[in-house]
């Protein structure tokens, strides 16, 4: 029982993904606030002041406040649920023109996603497949792990699909992207846009792959023969 006037601490709920996970030593933790009102700014300066080895890269992170990302001067309050999320890696129908957007750890067809933007109006469709290469960086690749956020990278890859939509009027995209581990030569990710001209076709297809890479919380991990591991995007 809180008696009057008794400061109550406010605390929220910490989850960790991917190469933040690994750099904290923990999946998920219960964090008390420095000062209220809070930020998402301040609190990941309080989690780099928790974690020695986050620090290094806090400023890297994003964070999401109850299932949504956030601009660091977000406020967070008691009872929040935040996730950590590190650099990304390089659905259902909506009016917008996206006839799929989907997260998967089975493998994923490149038949499906071109027979979904099919359509008598269709002059074109430039499909991008993205598919394991042996090498990065200089360094042998021996597989990729995929890890993505439970329900924010469906939800930020369609928000992605939307937006180059309505940017391309009359253009119909669907999208996938693997998880899990994959070998050399599997497909992670596959994008199709089709439209009546090919112009409009290409640069849809463009858009929203660069968009995926840069935005939806996917996570790759790069391993190589000798077994050692490396998240892509927090090197150096």
């Known amino acids: 029982m809180v008696e ?10 910490v989850q960790y993904f991917a190469a933040a996970r690994e750099l904290c030593g923990m999946e998920r933790e219960r964090v008390t606030l420095e000062s209220t009102p809070s930020d998402a700014r301040a ?3 309080l989690l780099g002041r928790r974690h020695a080895r986050l620090a290094a890269v806090a400023t890297r992170m994003r964070l999401a406040v109850n299932g949504e990302i956030v601009p660091g001067d977000h406020p967070v309050v008691d009872g929040d649920e935040v996730a950590v ?3 990304v890696a390089g659905g259902s129908a909506s009016a917008a023109g996206v006839l799929l957007c989907a997260v998967r750890a089975a493998p994923i067809s490149v038949d499906e996603v071109l027979a979904l933007v099919q359509s008598a109006s269709t ?3 430039a499909l991008f497949i993205g598919t394991v290469r042996d090498h990065a960086d200089g360094m042998d690749v021996a597989r990729l792990d995929y890890e993505a956020h439970p329900t924010l990278a469906e939800r ?3 928000r992605v699909l939307d937006e180059i939509a309505q940017a391309h009027a009359g253009v119909r995209l ?9 070998a050399v030569g599997d497909v992670a990710v596959i994008v199709a846009a089709a439209a009546a001209h090919r112009a409009e076709a290409f640069s849809a297809c463009r ?6 890479k840069q ?5 790759k991990k790069e391993w190589t023969p000798d077994g050692a591991a490396t998240w892509v995007n927090l090197k150096g």
């Open 43 to 45: 609190l990941l300066e």
């Open 174 to 182: 669907a999208a996938l992207h693997r998880t899990g581990s994959l």
């Open 123 to 125: 002059g074109g469709i």
């Open 156 to 158: 930020e890859m369609e």
């Open 215 to 219: 935005r939806v919380p996917i996570w």
């Open 207 to 212: 858009d929203a792959i660069e968009q995926i």
């Open 4 to 13: 009057e006037g008794q400061i109550v601490a406010a605390e929220v709920e």
């Open 85 to 87: 999320l590190p650099p």
